[in-house]
């Protein structure tokens, strides 16, 4: 009876806090928590982790992609980072929700002439028709020579990248829209 009463009083929270592990502490550091508290951990812990850089903006930051069975955790500022030193902008910071966010549109939407709604059409259908569209702009517009000099351009035609692209894509699409099909108005959201 008495041993039992002493264990009890020994789960007192106030006692187990105060002499956890046989020594008098204050109560104040790790024995305050609760077992459960003990066994919390961080979303990522254990995950694999890969080093990236932020896709939104020129800037560059560092960051550390949290990922585990083929599946996206979560995207932090990476400390080792020179650029960015382990912070991000609310953009950056908000990158894992671009790939993850249930309102994030996967598919093509068109909406035709005069209509009032949105209708989704298959990507190779949409892109045949860009292709179309800037093919038969381009032949309409061409100019081969202007006041005597060989120019060889389109001005119907102008490019506006997104600042997601990286610098590879950015270089592709210059060589392509300028070199290959005589565009000259080819600029960048992040110029804007
Ligand atoms: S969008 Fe923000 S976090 Fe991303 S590279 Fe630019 S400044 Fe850095």
Partial sequence: MALGWLRNLRRWPLLAQLCAGGHWLDGTGAEAMSPRTRALGARVRDASVARSVCPYCGVGCG??????????????????????????????????????????????????PHA???????????????????????????VEEQDGEPVRHTTAIAHLGGATLDNEENYLLKKLFTGGLGMVAVSNQARI
């Fill in 116 to 142: 009032r709604s949105w209708t989704e059409i298959p990507l190779e259908e949409a892109m045949d028709r860009i292709a179309d569209r800037v093919w038969e702009s381009r032949r309409r517009t061409w």
């Fill in 63 to 112: 960051q550390l992609a949290y990922h585990r069975e083929g599946r996206l955790l979560a995207i932090e500022g990476d400390p080792a980072s020179p650029i960015s030193q382990g912070t991000l902008c609310p953009k950056g910071a908000a990158s894992h929700e671009l790939l993850t966010h249930p309102g994030r549109l996967t598919r093509v939407r068109h909406r035709a």
